[in-house]
């Protein structure tokens, strides 16, 4: 249908459906019925997806929970820094922790500082089309340190075999991050003996 494949994988509300609907007597029914027939795909109530679109769970993920990045596991499987295939999209955000469970996936956000927050995002611009946030891969490592209960890395030695065997990292990757996003991170004030030993192994 036109309406449909002029939304793009843009995830879309209802008010501004209702534009494209502006001729008819109920828009609402009609959006109804486009979900009902599988045209749009309901991601949560009043947000909405073109289900013949090239979806993009990371551009979802923005949309569903504002100001968040796409961080975690999320982000090392996007720059195939782990080999392990990630079947829910995890996300950072400044808001309270939540999940979201859709027709396209699960999707997860946790919780850190503002001041923190900030640090280590890019924008990923594909095809000219669409954007969205996610963590640069040293800032998707602090997050998986920081947002990690329990973890404790008490040495540069135990930083290196959290790396290589409980993220699978190859090693040969790891030593080009930012240590100056590290640093940041740190003078951010959460877990800074874990980020100080990272910083320290990414130094040596």
């Known amino acids: ?69 796409v961080s975690l596991e999320s982000a090392l499987s996007y720059y195939r820094l782990i080999p392990e295939k990630v079947y829910a999209i995890r996300s950072v955000t400044t808001k309270r922790a939540k999940k979201f469970s859709t027709p396209l996936g699960n999707f997860d956000y946790v919780t850190v500082p503002i001041d923190y927050f900030s640090i280590g ?46 993220l699978r990292i190859d090693i040969s990757d790891v030593k080009s991050f930012d240590t100056n996003i590290v640093r940041q991170c740190i003078e951010a004030g959460k877990k800074k003996t874990e980020l100080s030993y990272l910083l320290k192994f990414l130094e040596q």
């Open 121 to 166: 995002i890019r924008q990923e611009i594909i095809e000219n089309e669409y954007a969205f946030l996610i963590a640069e891969p040293t800032k998707a490592i602090c997050d998986m340190m920081v947002t990690t209960r329990g973890l404790r890395l008490q040495s540069v030695r135990a930083v290196q075999a959290y790396l290589e065997e409980d």
């Open 1 to 69: 249908m036109e309406i449909v494949s002029s939304l793009n994988n843009i995830p879309i509300n209802s008010a501004v459906l209702k534009t494209f609907l502006s001729n008819l007597k109920y828009p609402k029914n009609k959006i109804s019925n486009m979900e009902k027939s599988g045209e749009l795909i309901r991601l949560k109530k009043d947000l909405y997806v073109n289900s013949k679109s090239s979806i993009s769970k990371e551009l979802i993920a923005i949309h569903l929970y504002g100001l968040s990045y």
